[in-house]
């Protein structure tokens, strides 16, 4: 079982932030759950090179734009590898592989008949590299997305007949029941795109005369590849197209496109238009999320309150950063975030909740058996009870996006398992009952280790810190796979009896 996961490439005139963060992230969360399930996973992120937007910040910079990509590109790959990113590849659209590609779809294109030469003339804006029709402006005439006016171009190019697909797109896009079906994600996005594709398509340019940073076209090396082209067409050179054909065989189509609703028409209308033009099956499934603003207004370099991944792991450090960025908000609607929030969510979630129950659990086990697990008659119904709340709802959630329903469920869980704690009251069996108290250990322990192979995607190092601390001897990703196939939990449970514990130290510190 195969499984294609894709972040948007990020244009390299700006410096990685939360935004871009949260995508990836949340790509990287469900990559690795699918991981844990058993599939095979790609997992695609990368760098969007070329464009007016590009050579316009290098020259600003005076720089070269290959330098000012290269720079900026290693920036991009210096942050996923701070945030824990498992991508499988990261293609960078100046690469020698994705000028083959590109030029392969355009040719392909081409001889079709699906691309003609025409004058035209309209208002292009430089930030959204994108031409726009008046109607689709604000009251003021600029674009919705930079507040910009945009200018007026006139230019002979190619087009693509977008318009003929309408039927092809709009019959794939809303029948379910369709063998090339792609799912929208969220149902309003899905709305809103549906509504706009009623309303008929128009040709769309492919190329442009006056930006030279960009990949010539084989049949016109005057004219370069429109941006867009270019860059929707990563998704088929990171897996292979045109220099491993097995791989390429075998990832694609899609099966999910990630990104957040700015870019949702290019992947749901344009992008499937190209791919039927071309003769490719189409990606299985497009979701869309919110934008987010920070404290109400929206993040820019130039009001300077853009989070830094940096800030946030030296605040958090890199795993609850992660657990954060993923489950502040839903995946789908817009939201606000704050410092406030994130801490509060912090110490909530993190500091209290899990971090009370493991660093309970251990300093009882300190104090009543010497670190060691418990040697009892195995004691599994609480870590059952916590398997069955994760296997209704976590599952489902993860498995649809609902990332910070999954996170929700992981909480309930934990406090059940505190809960428990409260209502055992080990502290008095100590006085009482030592078998009964080394059973209560004995299944917290258990239990906490059903719910740390569930916080493994979001939280891989601390997850597997707390798996080895509660005395689990196997490797956490071999259980977490194994323990996934079928979510049976072995007859003697995970920690093993008398394992030597580790003191967790103070994992999750409170913070103000
Ligand atoms: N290069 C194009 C994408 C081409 S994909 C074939 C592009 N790049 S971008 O650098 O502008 O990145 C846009 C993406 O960054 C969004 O779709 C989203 O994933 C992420 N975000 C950037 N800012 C964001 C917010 N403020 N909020 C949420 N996500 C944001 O568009």
């Not at 316009?56 to 991009?76: G, I, N, V, W, Y």
């Not at 028409?265 to 791919?275: D, G, K, M």
């Not at 030597?500 to 999750?508: A, E, T, V």
Request: proline share 5%.
């Amino acid at each position: 079982m195969k499984f294609y996961i894709t972040t948007p490439i990020y244009y390299v005139n700006d410096i990685p932030h939360i935004g871009h963060s949260y995508t990836t992230i949340t790509s990287d969360i469900v990559a690795r759950w699918k991981r844990l399930n058993g599939f095979d996973v790609f997992f695609l992120t990368g760098t969007d090179e070329h464009g007016a937007k590009i050579a316009a910040a290098a020259k600003e910079r005076e720089k070269t734009p290959q330098e000012l990509c290269d720079e900026m590109s290693e920036k991009f790959r210096e942050v996923w590898k701070l945030l824990n990113i498992s991508y499988t590849d990261f293609i960078r659209t100046t690469q020698r592989r994705h000028f083959v590609s590109v030029e392969k779809i355009f040719q392909m294109l081409f001889d079709k008949g699906l691309i003609f030469k025409k004058k035209y003339e309209e208002l292009y804006c430089v930030g959204c590299e994108r031409f726009y029709a008046r109607k689709d402006l604000d009251e003021n005439g600029c674009c919705h997305f930079h507040k910009t006016k945009p200018v007026l171009q006139s230019e002979e190019n190619y087009f693509f007949k977008l318009s003929a697909f309408q039927n092809a797109l709009f019959e794939r896009i809303t029948n379910p029941n369709h063998k090339e079906y792609i799912e929208i994600q969220p149902e309003e996005r899905r709305n809103e795109i549906i509504g706009k594709l009623k309303l008929g398509l128009e040709d769309v340019s492919f190329s442009r005369t006056a930006v030279e940073w960009g990949i010539p076209l084989p049949f016109d090396k005057k004219q370069t590849s429109y941006v867009w082209v270019d860059a929707l067409i990563n998704y088929l050179t990171g897996i292979g197209y045109t220099e491993n054909e097995t791989n390429f065989q075998k990832y694609w189509p899609a099966d999910i496109h990630l990104m957040a609703k700015d870019i949702l028409w290019f992947h749901s209308v344009i992008w499937p238009a190209i791919l039927i033009g071309a003769g490719l099956p189409l990606p299985k499934k497009v979701y869309s999320h919110g934008f987010f603003t920070l404290n109400g207004s929206k993040m820019s370099k130039s009001l300077g309150n853009v989070i830094s991944p940096q800030e946030l792991v030296d605040k958090y450090g890199v795993d609850a950063a992660r657990y954060l960025v993923a489950t502040l908000m839903p995946f789908g609607p817009d939201g606000d975030i704050s410092w406030q929030g994130l801490t509060l969510k912090y110490n909530t979630d993190l500091a209290n909740n899990m971090g009370n129950l493991i660093s309970r659990t251990i300093k009882m086990t300190e104090k009543y058996f010497n670190l060691h697990v418990p040697q009892t008659v195995p004691n599994l119904e609480l870590a059952k009870k916590v398997a069955a709340i994760l296997k209704e709802n976590f599952v489902s959630d993860m498995d649809n996006m609902r990332l910070h329903k999954a996170a929700e469920t992981l909480q309930s869980a934990i406090t059940l398992v505190n809960r428990q704690i409260e209502t055992d009251a080990p502290w008095e069996l100590a006085k009482t009952d030592l078998d009964k108290l080394a059973s209560c250990i004995y299944a917290y322990l258990q239990a906490t280790d059903i719910i740390v192979m569930h916080l493994l995607p979001f939280m891989p190092t601390v997850s597997e810190k707390i798996w080895q601390i509660t005395g689990a001897g196997c490797d956490i990703n071999g259980a977490a796979k194994k323990y996934f196939e079928n979510t049976v939990i072995p007859e003697n449970g995970f920690s093993i009896p008398n394992a030597q514990l580790q003191s967790p130290g103070i994992l999750f510190p409170r913070l103000f």
